[in-house]
C-alpha cells in the first residue's frame, strides 16, 4: 500500500503541472467553470446526496456528535444554497491583474501585479461544503489546489470533485487536475501536506485548534506558510443598558447551529443586571435546547463549546463589572474570533468596539455574521484569526495571491 506522503506528493505534483493553464486562464473561462460547477450541483444531485448518505450513515454509528453530524450533512437546501454560492462567485469582478501605482520618472512607471501562488493546500474537517468552498475560490484567483478531507466526509468529498468541481474544469477548457483531493483517509496525509514548500507553498488549515498548531508547527519546520482557522467560539457582552426583549432574542438567534465557530459561545452579563436578566436568559437558551454553565466554571472562561462532542449545547455564562472588563475578556481569553456587544447605549458600544482586538466586531449584531458568504458575498476558503498584517478574517480569493512589483516604460 502506498505510504500517505507518496500519494500527497503525487497529486500535489499533478496540480503542479496543470496550474499553469489556469494562471493564464481569462476572466470568462474561470468563471464558466465556477458557472458549471453550480450547474453540475443540480445534475449530480443524486450521486452527491448518496454519497453524503453514506458519510452521514457511517458517522452516526461511529457515535459522531450531533453539531458535527449537522456540518456533515448536505440537505437538498444546502444544496441549493451550495450552487447559489457559486452562481453569486461567478458574477463577482476580478481582480485586476495589473494595477498602475506611480511614475518613477525618467520615463519609467510602477506598476502592481497579481499573480497566482501556483498550488494551495487545503486540509479541513468533516464539512463537504467547504470541498466546493475552497475550491472555487482556488479557480476564481487562478491557483491549482491538493484538498484533503477529514475522513467522514471523504466520500461526499470524492463525489463533489469527481462529479461537479473537475468536469466542470474539463468543460470549461482547462485542466481538470488543477483540483486534486487526497483519496486517502489516513491523517499521515494532513503532515505530508505541509512537508511540500516546492510543490505547495501555501496551506489552508482548518480544524480544532490542536490540530491546527501542529499542522502549523511542522508547516513552519519545513518553510510551508499557512492560513490556519483554529479556534473559534463568538461572544456577547450583555450591557446594563440593552434591551432585554431585543438582547434575548439575539441570544437565540445566535445559536441557530451548534457546530460552527462563530456561534454563541461565552455571553458575558453587566453585574448591575446580572441577577435580573439571568432567568429570561435561562428561559431563553432552553428553548433552543442550550444549557448555561454558569459560575463558578470548572473550565477556562472561554472554552469551545463546539468542540466538545458530549457538551456542545452549551454557553457560559460570567458577570463582569463592565465594558472594560468585557473586552478585556473577549480579547485575551477567548480565541479572538468575534465578540459582540448588545447595548442601546452607542458611547458603551464604540468603547466596546474600540478595545477589542479580535478578527471581528458586531454591536447589536450575531456573531455568525462572521462568515465569508454573510459578509461579503463570497464563499471563504476559512477564517484567519493572525493578529499581525496579511489576510485577516474571511478569506476569499481576493487574499489568495501574491503581489509582484513591475517597473515598465510609460
Known sequence: ???????????????????????????????????EMAARLSSSRGRVLAANAEDVEAATAAGMSGGLLDRLRITEERLDDMAEQLRLLAGVPHEPRRT????????LRLYELRKPVGVIGANYEARPNVTVDVASQLVKSRNAGVLRTGAAALRS???????????????????QDAVQLVPTPDRAAAGALVELPDLVPLVIVRGSGETTRE????????????????????VLYYDRAADQVFATDLVKRSLDRLGVCNRLNLLLVHRDVYDAVLPD?????????????????????????ALDSDREATVTIAPVDGVAEAARVASDQTSGLAAGIVTTDQATAETFMAAYTGTGVFWNAPTRLL????LLGVPETGINLDRVPGPRGPVTFTDLTLRQYAVLPV
Open 157 to 175: 468529498a470524492t463525489a463533489l470533485v469527481e462529479h461537479v468541481i473537475r468536469p466542470a474544469l474539463d468543460e470549461a477548457g482547462l485542466d
Open 371 to 374: 462568515d465569508g458568504f454573510k
Open 1 to 35: 500500500m502506498t505510504d500517505p506522503h507518496s500519494i500527497v506528493a503525487d497529486c500535489a505534483a499533478r496540480a503542479k503541472a496543470a496550474a499553469p493553464v489556469l494562471a493564464a486562464a481569462t476572466d470568462e473561462a474561470v468563471d464558466n467553470a465556477i458557472s
Open 100 to 107: 498602475p501605482v506611480r511614475d518613477l520618472g525618467d520615463g
Open 215 to 234: 499542522l502549523g508547527k511542522r508547516a513552519a519546520a519545513h518553510g510551508v506558510r499557512v492560513l490556519a482557522h483554529a479556534d473559534g467560539g463568538g
Open 281 to 305: 436568559l435561562e428561559r431563553a437558551l432552553k428553548e433552543v435546547g442550550v444549557s448555561p454553565s454558569l459560575p463558578p466554571h470548572d473550565h477556562p472562561i472561554g472554552y469551545e463549546w
